[in-house]
């Protein structure tokens, strides 16, 4: 997954070098023509979550279990290290400060408690 993808740039690079199928997402792009075959179904969306996201938006958002699985299948790279960063409550609050509309929106679940449901992961990977 390409959070923040802009152009896609990022994600042509990992489909490119590394062999992954990508995901974009970007939250000024259209969710449709960044998802192609992703079915992901997330049960039992927490209410925080839904004040400021749809479950369409939400299925952006996975797991390290969901991105091992996925990095697994990619015969050109293997993970180096794959950990979620202690920075994120910092990251959200931060945001959600910032001038915009989008920043804005998804104020509501993040002051509701939406922090203890999301996380940002990191990922290093090797190229075989």
Known sequence: MDLGSG?????????????FKVY??????????????????????HKELLLSWTPEQLDYIHDIEYWKNIISKSK?????????MESNEEC???WIQCDN???KGDKKAIEA???KYLNFIAIVLKKK
């Open 7 to 19: 152009q896609g740039i990022t994600s042509v690079f990992l489909a490119k070098e590394y062999g």
């Open 24 to 45: 974009a997402a970007d939250l000024w792009s259209n969710l449709y023509s960044n998802t192609r075959n992703e079915k992901d179904c997330h049960d039992n969306i």
């Open 76 to 84: 050109n790279s293997e993970i180096i290290s794959i950990y979620e």
């Open 92 to 94: 959200w609050n931060d």
């Open 101 to 103: 509309e989008y920043s």
């Open 113 to 115: 408690g939406a922090c």
